[in-house]
C-alpha cells in the first residue's frame, strides 16, 4: 500500500536500482530524514528543556543527563536513522556488512565522546570545589585527564577493531610482546609519567605551594607529564624530573595555615635582672601588636660569656596576608624601638687580638771582626 501510494505520489516508476525499486530508495531516504530530524528536535527540546539545570544546587545526575545531551553529535542521529533504513532495503552482503561496520564505528564513537564528557564533566566540579576551598586549578586534572583519555579511545579501537572482525587477541599479545620492548627503551619517561599521575592523584602539593626539594627552593609554577617546574626566590625556572621528586624529600610551605619565626636575641651582660624579667613581656606585647601574629614564648635560654640569649617563638597566622619575612622585620623593629625607649643594650659580641713580641728577634747587634 505505502509503495503503491509513493509511486502515485511522486510519479516514480518501477526502475530497479542497484536491486532496489525506486520506491524503495525514496522511502529509505524519507525514513531517514525524518529519524534524523526527529532526533535532532528532540535533542533541542532537551536540551533547551535541561539548559537551566546545568547550574550550581540541582542533582548531579541530572546536570550530568543535560551535559551529555548538549555534546551529542549528528552522526549518531545519522548512524541511527540509516540503521533504520536498511529494513526497506535490500543489499549483497558484503555491502550490507560493511555499512553495519559503518554504524558501529559511528556508534561507538559517540560512545567514546560520552566518556570523555562525563570524565571532564566530574574534574570540572572537582576543580570548583578546589578553588572554593582556597587552592589554585592545577594541571593534575589535565594529567589525570591524558591518561585517562588514553586508555577511554584504546579501549574504543579495540572494541571497533573486534567488530571489524579483527582478531585482538593476537593483536594484544603482539602489543605486549612490544609493549615491554617499548617500555624498556622508555622507562625513564613510563616512570615520570606514572610519578606525575602519582602526584595528581595524592595532591603531595599543587600550583602555586612554596616548595623545599632537597637543596632547590622555589615555587611550583606548572605540573606537567614529565617535570614539574619552580620558581626560585632569584627569579630563574629549575625544573625537576617528577620520579626525582616522589624520591626525594619535599617540605611543602603552601597548605601551612601558620608560619613560624624563631628568633635570636642577645642582651648586654650589664642588663639589671628586673630588666631581664622585663624583656619576655616586652617581646610578647611587640609581637601581639602586629597583625596576623600569634606570640608563643620568648625565654632566657642561654647564659654565655658575653651576653644574655633569649630565644623567641611566634608564627604568621595567614602567610599569604602577613609574609614571614615581614612579620619578623616589623618585629625586629618594634624589639629595637622598644629597648631605646627602656635603655636596653642589645650584645655585640667582640674579638680582641693579642700581639705577642717576637722571640726570635736577637737582643743586640752581631760583632765584628
Request: glycine share 8%; aromatic share 8%; proline share 2%.
Amino acid at each position: 500500500m505505502w509503495h503503491d501510494f509513493i509511486r502515485k505520489a511522486f510519479g516514480i516508476s518501477e526502475t530497479i536500482l542497484f536491486g532496489n525499486s525506486l520506491v524503495d530508495w525514496v522511502v529509505a531516504a524519507l525514513l531517514v530524514a525524518g529519524i534524523w530530524t526527529l532526533l535532532w528536535l528532540l535533542r533541542q527540546l532537551i536540551a533547551s528543556r535541561y539548559r537551566r539545570y546545568l547550574g550550581e544546587g540541582h542533582p548531579t545526575a541530572v546536570r550530568l543527563f543535560a551535559y551529555l545531551i548538549g555534546h551529542t553529535k549528528q552522526f549518531l542521529f545519522m548512524a541511527l536513522a540509516l540503521y533504520a533504513a536498511e529494513e526497506f532495503l535490500t543489499f549483497p552482503p558484503r555491502v550490507h556488512t560493511l555499512s553495519g561496520n559503518v554504524i558501529v564505528i559511528l556508534l561507538l564513537l559517540q560512545v567514546g565522546i560520552w566518556a570523555g564528557r562525563t570524565l571532564q564533566f566530574y574534574l570540572e566540579i572537582k576543580q570548583v570545589r578546589n578553588m572554593g576551598s582556597g587552592h589554585e586549578v592545577t594541571s593534575s586534572f589535565g594529567i589525570i585527564k591524558f591518561v585517562s583519555m588514553v586508555l577511554i579511545w584504546s579501549l574504543v579501537t579495540l572494541v571497533a577493531l573486534d567488530n571489524l572482525g579483527v582478531n585482538i587477541t593476537a593483536l594484544l599479545a603482539g602489543l605486549g610482546v612490544g609493549g615491554v620492548a617499548v617500555a624498556l627503551a622508555l622507562q625513564n619517561v613510563l616512570g615520570d609519567l606514572f610519578a606525575s599521575l602519582a602526584i595528581a592523584l595524592d595532591k603531595p602539593f599543587v600550583v602555586g605551594d612554596s616548595l623545599v626539594i632537597d637543596t632547590c627552593i622555589g615555587k611550583v609554577e606548572r605540573i606537567g607529564i614529565k617535570t614539574t617546574r619552580l620558581r626560585s626566590e632569584s627569579g630563574e625556572q629549575i625544573i625537576l624530573s617528577n620520579a626525582d621528586i616522589l624520591k626525594s624529600r619535599v617540605r611543602n610551605f603552601g597548605p601551612s595555615e601558620e608560619r613560624r619565626a624563631l628568633l635570636t636575641l642577645n642582651v648586654d651582660r650589664d642588663t639589671h635582672i628586673d630588666t631581664l624579667r622585663e624583656i619576655p613581656l616586652l617581646v610578647e606585647a611587640v609581637v601581639r601588636a602586629q597583625s596576623h601574629a600569634r606570640f608563643e614564648r620568648c625565654h632566657l635560654k642561654i647564659l654565655s660569656d658575653w651576653a644574655f640569649q633569649y630565644e623567641i617563638s611566634f608564627f604568621t597566622r595567614d602567610a599569604a596576608a602577613r609574609p614571614i619575612l615581614d612579620l619578623q622585620q616589623a618585629v625586629n623593629l618594634g624589639i629595637l624601638e622598644a629597648f631605646r625607649d627602656r635603655g636596653i643594650k642589645i650584645a655585640m659580641q667582640s674579638q680582641r687580638l693579642v700581639f705577642a713580641p717576637d722571640a726570635a728577634a736577637p737582643a743586640g747587634g752581631a760583632a765584628n771582626d
